[in-house]
């Protein structure tokens, strides 16, 4: 079991950066690949960005490549979301989210919100045009 609380929304302008966290727990969370998705008024639930469980490797939607980066750290078992060079259309509740990792260190993810076990409560996102 893992429970997930993710933290350091808000609101930035255009051009800003925000930097979200998500504080975890259980024993096993390194076992765990964990992801970033985010869901906008109106619309499904998007993968945003997924780090393997050791660290070692990531992966992000075409979209906020280069500008967005997922770290861990697994002795105090948090995982932050660095957002730079924010736009309008990144405004939505972001979610960290706790899944299988079917590749070997990260030579794989999954990128369907379905295919994660555990979640967190969600934290809002608003960037100003």
């Known amino acids: 079991q893992v429970q997930l609380v993710e933290s350091g929304g808000g609101l930035v302008q255009t051009g800003g950066s925000l930097r979200l966290s998500c504080a975890a727990s259980g024993r096993t969370f390194s076992s765990y690949a964990m992801a970033w998705f985010r869901q906008a008024p109106g619309k499904e639930r998007e993968f945003v960005g997924v780090?393997?469980?050791?660290?070692?490797?990531?992966y992000y939607a075409v979209s906020v490549r280069g500008r967005f980066t997922i770290s861990r750290d697994n002795a105090k078992i948090t995982v932050t979301l660095q957002m730079n060079s924010l736009k309008p259309e990144a405004t939505a509740v972001y979610y960290c989210?706790?899944?299988?990792?079917?590749?070997?260190?990260?030579?794989?993810?999954?990128?369907?919100?379905?295919?994660?076990?555990?979640w967190g409560q969600g934290t809002q996102v608003t960037v100003s045009s």
């Open positions: 989210a706790a899944g299988p990792e079917p590749g070997v260190d990260g030579t794989y993810f999954y990128t369907n919100y379905y295919q994660y076990n555990y």
């Open positions: 780090i393997s469980g050791s660290g070692g490797r990531t």
